[in-house]
C-alpha cells in the first residue's frame, strides 16, 4: 500500500539522508528494545490524561537542601522570556491518517513516524507496549531524575520530571531558580493508539528552546532517561533520588554513564 498520505504533512527529504537516518532510528530502536527489565508488579497504574502539563503539576518538590548537593555542571544559563506558554498536548490524529496507520505492519509505522519528524525539531521514537508499561509503572513511584548531557568538555544537568504519558526536562540550574515556573527545554509525549493493536507506543518529542538543547542531544537525552527507568540496575538510582535522598550521590549517575567525575 502507498505510504504517501499517512503523515500529516509528508515529509520530504533526500532520499540517501531518509536512507541514512533510517538505519540510525533503527538501531536506536533495537538498541532501547534490548534493555534488561523485569515487570515489577502484574498491575500497573491507569494513564493520567491531560490537556495541558506544566510544571505546576508537580505535587511533589523535590528539597531546595538536596538540589543544592547536585552538581550544576560547566554551564550557565540565561534566564527565560517572560510569558511562556505550556505546550498544548497534540491529538495523534493531528499529526498521521490513524485510519491510514492501522493498515501498516508495526516496523513501517515505525520507521514512517521516525522519518517525519527527522530535521523538524521534534525527536520521533517507539517503543513495545511492555516496555511503555513498565516505564509507567516505575515513574508511578519515582517521578523524578537528573541527568548530565556532555556539552563540549563539560556537562550539563537536566532536571526530568515524568508523569505518564508526559515527561519534562529542563535545566536544573533553571529549576534550582525558579522551581515550578521553570520553563521545560524538551517535552515528550507518547501515544498508545497502537499499544495493543500493534504493540507500539509512540514517542514525540518537542525541543522547545533550540538554543539549549540540539535534536541530537534531546534524543540522547530522551533514550538516556528511559533506561534509567528500564534497566534494572540504573533503576536503582532513581529509587534513591526519589526516596533515599541522603544516600543518593551523583557520581553514580556519571560512573553509569562513563562520564568523568569533574
Known sequence: MPLRGLIRPVLLLGSSRITMLRVASRLSRRALSSVQCHSATN??????THSFFTWNGIQHSIPGYFLKRIPIGSHRFSSFASGFSPLKHKPLESLIDVERAKLQTPEDLASIWDDFHLGRGHIGASMKTKLYNLFEHRAADCRYFVIPVWKGSGYTTMFMQVQMPHILFTG????KARGTQASPYFTVSHYKEFSETKDLVLIRG???FASKLTDSEAKWLLETGQSFYLNDTRYKL???FNK???EFDFKDVLRALDMPIM
Request: hydrophobic share 25%; aromatic share 6%; glycine share 0%.
Open 244 to 246: 533515599n535522598t541522603s
Open 172 to 175: 536544573l540550574e533553571d529549576y
Open 206 to 208: 518537542d525541543v522547545v
Open 238 to 240: 532513581v529509587e534513591r
Open 43 to 48: 498491575h500497573s497504574p491507569s494513564l493520567r
